[in-house]
């Protein structure tokens, strides 16, 4: 639903945007009414999915009782790929949540560093900082999510984790319930106040690794997630009619899930470059824009979820994003288009998506491994060398004698604290490329009276302090 009062408050964010005029400015000397119209609000809802294939989506939640196919013709639906970058989840949403790739953040592995989230600011931050007043809210399951949503110095305004539950499943359906009850409570919004809600859910990505892609564990919790995003949808519909807003919303994931398992109930899942892993997709529903439900863009990426964010909530961009602003970027506009068949369009753009070149193949899938040690110290202790035979056993070209070798490196890092190990693997992930690339945007100021920040250990290897230990492992 598109309002009057909805398209001029747009229009007063475009001129934010372009710096045209401020929100203080804006009020001075205008009516009840014409205040009103200003102070409208902007409703900003991005779903995250984890471990989703698409391909599975169209295969089996394509149905008109799917959220899926509902999100998809109410706004435009993008394949996009994390090619080139590290398929795990910690380095994807740290892309989704800052706008920059893994060469800037620095993310390698699962285990959370909140000193990255200093150096490039969250969606979180981002919107804290210089729009205080809009309402940010996180609803996860994967606790990394909720400890990046509360690094910095501005933090989200309410950070709510849902526990593990019975299942994953039943973990996901609380965050469904807690997300439309977010929603929901939008209603009741005198104010007008603008909100920004990530929702997270994981069930797709825990099915991936203990029973694969291909398996029916795994199209069930597609078929799951499905009925969660209507319900959410359901929501959404129901408070536009109270309140006349539209909300813009933005669903997305991670990377995907190889089709087969390794080991039972130990699947790699993920991590490397084949096209299943690096698949990923976007579907944007933008507020008051409805010409173009239903269709297709080719150029959407995963490192555009940031900068679209804050370009909806009229929150300036960082200068050094490599997303961009899905609503008015000339490439992404340019890239609009509209298929006969929209399911077979999007099959037929996955198909496109091939390997990286080798050598990148190579530096990504030795990251992944030597970043999986201290992850899996610090969750599974004894399932290390396991995981590494399972990839040796596997024969992945180059990457299987790559495990093998990282056995060896594991020995070597036996009786080390996890600290101390994901420090040596952060060492090699640098040294193949993870967070090379310094911000060129000065870091959000310190909040007053607030205490220096410790130093990044970036700063520490640029100091040669880590040196004798990744020549080690070199
Ligand atoms: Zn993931």
Redesign the pocket.
């Known amino acids: 639903m598109t309002t009057i009062k909805q398209f001029l408050c747009s229009a007063a964010v475009a001129g934010l945007v372009a710096g045209t005029s401020t929100v203080a400015g804006a009020h001075v000397g205008m009516s009840k009414v014409t205040t009103d119209w200003m102070l409208a609000a902007e409703h900003v809802l991005l779903i995250g999915l ?2 989703v294939n698409l391909s599975k989506v169209l295969e089996y939640a394509y149905g008109d009782d799917s959220g899926f196919k509902t999100a998809m013709d109410q706004g435009v639906t993008g394949t996009a790929t994390v090619i080139n970058h590290t398929t795990l ?1 910690g380095p ?1 949403w740290s892309t989704i949540l800052t706008g920059v790739w893994d060469d800037k953040h620095g993310v390698f592995n699962n285990l959370f560093r909140p000193e990255v989230y200093s150096q490039w600011p969250s969606v979180f931050n981002l919107i804290e900082y210089h729009k205080p007043e809009i309402e940010t809210t996180i609803i996860s399951n994967w606790e990394y999510l909720n400890q990046l949503a509360d690094a910095g110095n501005y933090p989200v305004d309410n950070n709510i984790f849902v526990s593990a539950g019975d299942s994953p499943a039943d973990s996901d359906g609380q965050v469904t319930a807690l997300t439309i009850a977010q929603i929901l409570g939008t209603a009741d919004n005198p104010d007008d106040i603008s909100s920004f809600l990530f929702s997270y859910q994981s069930q797709a ?1 825990h099915a991936g690794h203990e029973f694969a892609g291909g398996s029916e564990e795994y199209m069930q919790a597609i078929i799951n997630l499905g009925t969660n995003l209507q319900q959410i949808l359901a929501a959404i519909a129901q408070v536009q009619a109270i309140t006349g807003d539209d909300w813009s919303i933005l669903i997305t994931t ?2 995907g899930h190889q089709q087969t398992v390794t080991l039972p109930g130990l699947s790699i899942g993920h991590g490397f470059q084949s096209p299943n892993e690096t698949s990923s997709f976007v579907i944007f529903d933008q507020a008051g824009k409805d010409a173009t439900d239903g269709t297709q863009n080719l150029n959407f990426s995963i490192a555009d979820m940031t900068p679209t964010i804050l370009s909806l909530l009229g929150v300036p961009l960082r200068s050094d994003f490599d997303g961009v602003s899905l609503t008015d970027d000339p490439t992404v506009l340019n890239s609009h288009v509209t298929p006969v068949n929209l399911e077979q369009a999007l099959l037929s753009a996955l198909a496109m998506y091939g390997y990286p070149n080798m050598g990148n193949e190579i530096e990504l899938g030795f990251r992944t491994v030597v970043g999986s040690i201290p992850y899996f110290l610090d969750k599974f202790v004894t399932q290390i060398d396991q995981f590494l035979q399972g990839i040796a056993d596997q024969d992945i070209f180059l990457i299987s004698g790559l495990a093998e070798c990282a056995q060896v490196i594991n020995g070597f890092f036996g009786g080390l604290t996890v600290d101390v190990t994901n420090t040596l693997a952060h060492g090699v992930a640098y040294l193949l490329g993870s967070g090379v690339i310094a911000p060129t945007d000065a870091p959000l100021p310190l909040p007053p009276g607030s205490a220096e920040f410790t130093p990044s250990v970036d700063a520490l290897l640029d100091s040669g302090d880590l040196f004798d230990a990744t020549a080690l492992v070199g």
Do not use: A, E, I, L
Request: hydrophobic share 0%.
């Open positions: 984890d471990g989840s994807s990505d991670d990377h």
